[in-house]
């Protein structure tokens, strides 16, 4: 601060922190006891700290390493009145500096710039804070260029000058010099292992090391996303005994792998190492050695190759082609009536297609005319045994309408086995296919669980979400869809911040901003202003399945506990300060509390 001027990076700091709503008279900072001091980081760093602590022999200056969070990994200082005043502070082993637990400070405040940040005094967002001066710098994974974490110098107010940001600069540059030193040769024999089996072996393979995963097409594809975490987990519990290593595992989702897992290097902290995943697979419960391969051909009226999205339409495509009915479920908008009329047209283009939804009955007397047109067009249906027919939001129907569509499905399901008994089925391709939609994916209860259990099959849509990188696709195939085929394109920048957005309301929801968009622009090219303000807060990044996944769950345990963070942190079986962390990284907003 210079003649009452407030810098350029700390005012944007305050602000930052006035938005996490940091409290500048007192903070409460997550703990995380156990600190992970055997990474890539603290390997690399160890020496250079040691030595620079060496050179600071004396000083009143703190040196401290902190992870990507914040979490102070560690601490070295020679003067004992500097020590305490740190402990006092909490700047110590195991809590996380992070702006959004302490506001601006050289350690939370690099981590948000990505570059060195210098904090004097008064400059701290705290007022605890303003006896001390620091200066932090970011290290950067020399390869990915992903923020590792900080290396912070902290010394009294009164000792503090301009130097100090040059200084912690040089000793970052150090440490990532080390870090390619040290991983760069790793990394090079991961990836060369890693491309080896690929090429041996057309099925699954994983690669992994502290600081990276690898997963070819096959291991997307055809291990269910549910069960990646696990497995994840267990080849590296394997890679961590140093030496090649085979084991059978049962996956979450009930599937069962052999793994082949071979380090890549041995000696030191560091795990990584290749593993090749044989899938068992389970015996089918009916013959369908006849049927070819779902096909990955466009669909009508559909876009999207996410590994999640493409694993679903290929599941009803098998269906179809089976006339397996089936139940669809998912959240509200992520495209079930999508996925069954599509997958229809795609193959019987000209076929017979009715639709019953139940929204239109729904509010309706039970014992109303309209009801009973409803009821009457399905059992026309199913006796004429033509085509394919969709029972849409069965989950809206009343129960005593719930149990007739039962009698009606359960007559004729009966009516089916009897034939194919006697000899007289129709051909697979020349059966009827019904499929039923509902909303949710948990279990039902009463007359809904009794009209479930007609459909032998059941496929989960993943919500957009989950499969986040198709908005790319969706984005311009909805532009050209409302604008019957203007030339109108999505900038670059607009496309960042709606990948970068939740979507709770999933398809739909980007359905009815791109329309939101249309109405006011025809032609040229989406800007940032011409998207609605509804999208205009997003997280931080585009997650990956498996986070959004982490993310869903973490959601649902912190509105479970009413926001309470420390009982959500519980129930998920993680420290309080991971869930902090995960929290800031996913951008989630905590529910107020009751």
Request: glycine content about 8%; aromatic content about 4%; proline content about 6%.
């Amino acid at each position: 601060m210079k003649d009452g001027v407030v810098r350029e990076p700390i005012m944007a700091s305050w602000v930052r922190s006035r938005d996490y709503r940091v409290s500048a008279d007192h903070f409460e900072l997550p703990f995380a006891p156990n600190p992970e001091r055997s990474s890539s980081l603290t390997h690399s760093a160890g020496a250079i700290l040691a030595e620079t602590d060496t050179q600071f022999s004396g000083e009143p200056v703190s040196l401290i390493l902190t992870d990507a969070e914040g979490v102070v990994l560690e601490r070295r200082t020679g003067d004992p009145g500097l020590r305490r005043h740190l402990d006092q502070v909490s700047l110590a082993p195991g809590f996380s500096y992070a702006e959004e637990f302490v506001g601006t400070n050289g350690i939370g405040t690099a981590l948000e710039g990505r570059g060195p940040a210098q904090v004097f005094g008064h400059e701290h967002y705290v007022e605890h804070l303003e006896e001390l001066a620091c200066a932090g710098a970011p290290i950067h994974h020399p390869t990915t260029g992903k923020v590792l974490g900080v290396v912070d110098l902290t010394c009294w107010r009164a000792d503090a000058n301009q130097m100090m940001v040059a200084a912690v600069s040089s000793i970052a540059r150090r440490i990532e010099e080390a870090l390619l030193e040290h991983t760069g040769r790793r990394e090079l024999a991961l990836l060369q292992d890693y491309l080896g089996a690929c090429q041996r072996n057309r099925g699954p393979v994983l690669g992994i090391s502290s600081d990276l995963v690898m997963l070819n097409d096959a291991a997307r594809a055809l291990i269910d996303p549910r069960d990646q975490a696990t497995l994840l987990g267990l080849v590296t519990d394997a890679l961590g005994g140093g030496k090649p290593a085979q084991f059978s595992a049962a996956l979450p989702t009930g599937a069962t792998v052999r793994v082949h897992c071979k380090p890549s290097w041995t000696g030191g902290a560091v795990i990584g190492g290749v593993a090749q995943i044989y899938l068992l697979a389970p015996v089918p419960d009916r013959p369908s050695a006849r049927l070819p391969p779902p096909s990955t051909a466009p669909r009508p009226g559909m876009v999207g190759k996410g590994a999640l999205w493409t694993k679903c339409c290929q599941e009803v495509e098998t269906h179809f082609r089976s006339r397996e009915w089936l139940l669809l479920e998912g959240e509200p908008g992520v495209g079930k009536l999508t996925v069954a009329k599509a997958t229809h047209l795609a193959h019987t283009p000209g076929g017979h297609l009715r639709m019953f939804d139940a929204t239109d009955i729904a509010e309706e007397p039970v014992d109303s005319a309209a009801v009973r047109r409803w009821l009457d067009g399905v059992r026309e249906e199913m006796v004429d045994g033509r085509g394919t027919v969709i029972l849409r939001r069965v989950d809206r129907l009343p129960d005593v309408v719930l149990d007739e569509l039962t009698g009606i499905l359960g007559l004729l399901t009966a009516a089916r086995s009897d034939a194919e008994h006697d000899g007289l089925a129709a051909r697979e391709q020349d059966a009827q296919w019904v499929v039923a939609t509902r909303t949710g994916t948990g279990p039902v209860h009463g007359a809904l669980e009794r009209l479930v259990s007609q459909f032998p099959r059941s496929v989960v849509v993943p919500p957009l979400r989950h499969h986040i990188e198709d908005v790319r696709e969706l984005v311009p195939f909805l532009l050209s869809r409302l604008t019957r085929g203007a030339r109108l394109n999505c900038s670059p920048e607009a496309m960042r911040v709606l990948m970068r957005n939740r979507w709770s309301g999933n398809t739909e929801q980007l359905y009815q901003v791109v329309r939101k968009i249309v109405a006011h622009r025809r032609t040229g090219v989406v800007l940032l202003t011409d998207l609605p303000s509804e999208v205009q807060a997003t997280s931080r990044r585009v997650l990956t399945p498996l986070e959004s996944i982490e993310c869903d769950a973490i959601i649902a345990c912190l509105r479970g506990a009413d926001g309470n963070r420390a009982e959500a942190a519980r129930h998920l079986g993680m420290s309080r300060a991971t869930i902090y962390r995960k929290i800031r990284d996913y951008g989630i907003v905590i529910p107020p509390s009751k």
